[in-house]
């Protein structure tokens, strides 16, 4: 993976949500006098680079993290650090990235690991940040496992031990337009037109493992959805967040799995069209999707391999084969490496391994595809990858094998060129 050389400019440390100076990048040559007067009018070109890192920067206990971050001594945080400055992406999603009403997390990180060279790497500056709550370990006060008792993880709103565990962070270089973010966090699953609901297998009625009363109460989101637009010179480009719940640790209702589906299928919905989009209403009130013709980017860790693994069939493909959508299918050398050496479920499946994403656990489910950068269509895609190096190759060990130095998932990027405005 290349790395590119940033103008580093200083540090803005605000809570929650960060503003400060960053110039667009304009590629190509100056023109000559001859032509100058014809292009002075013509569209810019920007280059960008788009990331989405599940990084695990969650922690057990609320706090925990702000402590870890502290110091510029936390080795996980280091680790993390060095493979963002090394992708040097200017735009990038973090989940699993605990969450703190304050947002001391995200500045510490910023002025703490990625401010600071690792391991002689150039130092990233990041000007803007956009964080906000998500539904994990927020308390619902129901039964939402159906095991007879209130209360723990698996009865929030989306499983978690504290509210804001494996949050989500947006970091850019380029600046956020805060007014105009959409949130979904509080929008409800049942109000979803046609919602994979799930089953109670114990009874006949169909769709009833939640109760009326739960149903008034079950958000979509496990974590939450944002709409995050971001001014890259004249154009406004819009970061489409999300980190479904793994369609695991459940039972044959499979909430989880249908609920993935179901996350996933709400970005599909929301860059459709006006049909499509009816039923969808953000944290404000406001109803509707994105207006036809905008520019947009899906990225997160979605939890679903199109072809393997155990999410409901075609959870992804809703997106991968949506029609506005571009897969850009980002791969490595590492992951094919890692596919052949540790074998176990990996043998199974029928997926390219080149596009795995996340090295899990070689007896069930093997590594995956499960992290995406999904451009629109009207952005032209310059290349893509994802950082998995090889073992012998440099920038090995900070994928490496369990216990990971930094992340089970690894770092997927696009780079796109944006032209003039829309």
Not at 189 to 196: E, R, S, V
């Given at each position: 993976m290349r790395g590119r050389?940033?103008?580093?400019?200083?540090l803005a440390v605000t809570a929650v949500v960060a503003a400060g100076t960053a110039a667009p990048a304009?590629?190509?040559?100056?023109?000559?006098?001859?032509?100058?007067?014809?292009?002075?009018?013509?569209?810019?070109?920007?280059?960008?680079?788009v990331a989405t890192?599940?990084?695990?920067?969650?922690?057990?206990?609320?706090?925990?993290?702000?402590?870890?971050?502290?110091?510029?001594?936390?080795?996980?945080a280091r680790a993390v650090a060095e493979v963002i400055q090394i992708a040097a992406p200017d735009v990038v999603l973090l989940n699993e990235f605990d969450h703190d009403a304050e947002g001391r997390a995200v500045d510490l990180f910023r002025e703490n690991y990625l401010a600071v060279p690792q391991q002689g790497r150039d130092a990233v500056d990041y000007p803007y940040a956009y964080t906000a709550p998500v539904n994990t370990g927020v308390p619902s006060g129901l039964d939402l496992n159906n095991d007879g008792t209130v209360g723990g993880p698996d009865d929030a709103l989306?499983?978690?031990?504290?509210?804001?565990?494996?949050?989500?962070?947006?970091?850019?270089?380029?600046?956020?337009?805060?007014?105009?973010?959409?949130?979904?966090?509080?929008?409800?699953?049942?109000?979803?037109?046609?919602?994979l609901l799930p089953d109670d297998p114990a009874t006949p009625e169909p769709a009833d493992w939640y109760s009326p009363e739960e149903l008034e109460r079950v958000r979509l989101s496990s974590k939450s959805h944002w709409d995050v637009p971001v001014r890259v010179g004249r154009t406004t480009l819009h970061i489409l967040a999300a980190h479904p719940t793994p369609p695991t640790f459940d039972g044959p209702e499979d909430r989880n799995g249908r609920r993935n589906h179901d996350e996933t299928r709400f970005w599909a919905n929301y860059v459709a069209d006006r049909r499509a989009d009816d039923y969808i209403y953000d944290d404000?009130?406001?109803?509707?999707?994105?207006?036809?013709?905008?520019?947009?980017?899906?990225?997160?860790?979605?939890?679903?391999?199109?072809?393997?693994?155990?999410?409901?069939?075609?959870?992804?493909d809703q997106l991968l084969s949506h029609r506005r959508v571009r897969d850009p299918e980002p791969s490595s050398e590492g992951a094919v490496e890692a596919d052949a050496t540790q074998r176990g479920a990996n043998l199974q499946h029928l997926g390219d391994p080149s596009l795995d994403t996340a090295?899990?656990?070689?007896?069930?489910?093997?590594?995956?595809?499960?992290?995406?950068?999904?451009?629109?269509?009207?952005?032209?895609?310059?290349?893509?990858?994802?950082?998995?190096?090889?073992?012998?190759?440099?920038?090995?060990?900070?994928?490496?094998?369990?216990?990971?130095?930094?992340?089970?998932?690894?770092l997927v990027w696009v780079?796109?060129?944006?032209?003039?405005?829309?």
């Amino acid at each position: 993976m290349r790395g590119r050389t940033r103008a580093l400019g200083a540090l803005a440390v605000t809570a929650v949500v960060a503003a400060g100076t960053a110039a667009p990048a304009v590629a190509g040559a100056a023109p000559s006098s001859a032509a100058s007067e014809r292009t002075e009018t013509a569209p810019k070109r920007t280059e960008l680079r788009v990331a989405t890192y599940n990084a695990s920067l969650n922690r057990a206990t609320e706090g925990e993290l702000v402590a870890d971050l502290s110091t510029p001594d936390d080795p996980q945080a280091r680790a993390v650090a060095e493979v963002i400055q090394i992708a040097a992406p200017d735009v990038v999603l973090l989940n699993e990235f605990d969450h703190d009403a304050e947002g001391r997390a995200v500045d510490l990180f910023r002025e703490n690991y990625l401010a600071v060279p690792q391991q002689g790497r150039d130092a990233v500056d990041y000007p803007y940040a956009y964080t906000a709550p998500v539904n994990t370990g927020v308390p619902s006060g129901l039964d939402l496992n159906n095991d007879g008792t209130v209360g723990g993880p698996d009865d929030a709103l989306g499983f978690g031990a504290f509210p804001g565990q494996y949050g989500m962070v947006v970091l850019s270089r380029y600046p956020i337009d805060t007014e105009n973010v959409r949130t979904f966090q509080n929008f409800l699953w049942k109000d979803m037109p046609g919602a994979l609901l799930p089953d109670d297998p114990a009874t006949p009625e169909p769709a009833d493992w939640y109760s009326p009363e739960e149903l008034e109460r079950v958000r979509l989101s496990s974590k939450s959805h944002w709409d995050v637009p971001v001014r890259v010179g004249r154009t406004t480009l819009h970061i489409l967040a999300a980190h479904p719940t793994p369609p695991t640790f459940d039972g044959p209702e499979d909430r989880n799995g249908r609920r993935n589906h179901d996350e996933t299928r709400f970005w599909a919905n929301y860059v459709a069209d006006r049909r499509a989009d009816d039923y969808i209403y953000d944290d404000a009130g406001r109803r509707g999707g994105l207006r036809p013709g905008t520019r947009f980017v899906i990225v997160g860790d979605y939890n679903a391999d199109p072809v393997d693994g155990d999410s409901v069939p075609g959870a992804i493909d809703q997106l991968l084969s949506h029609r506005r959508v571009r897969d850009p299918e980002p791969s490595s050398e590492g992951a094919v490496e890692a596919d052949a050496t540790q074998r176990g479920a990996n043998l199974q499946h029928l997926g390219d391994p080149s596009l795995d994403t996340a090295d899990f656990a070689d007896t069930e489910p093997g590594n995956l595809r499960v992290d995406y950068v999904l451009p629109s269509k009207r952005l032209d895609v310059e290349d893509a990858g994802v950082f998995w190096p090889e073992a012998d190759q440099p920038g090995s060990e900070l994928t490496g094998i369990h216990p990971f130095p930094t992340s089970d998932h690894r770092l997927v990027w696009v780079d796109l060129e944006i032209h003039g405005r829309r």
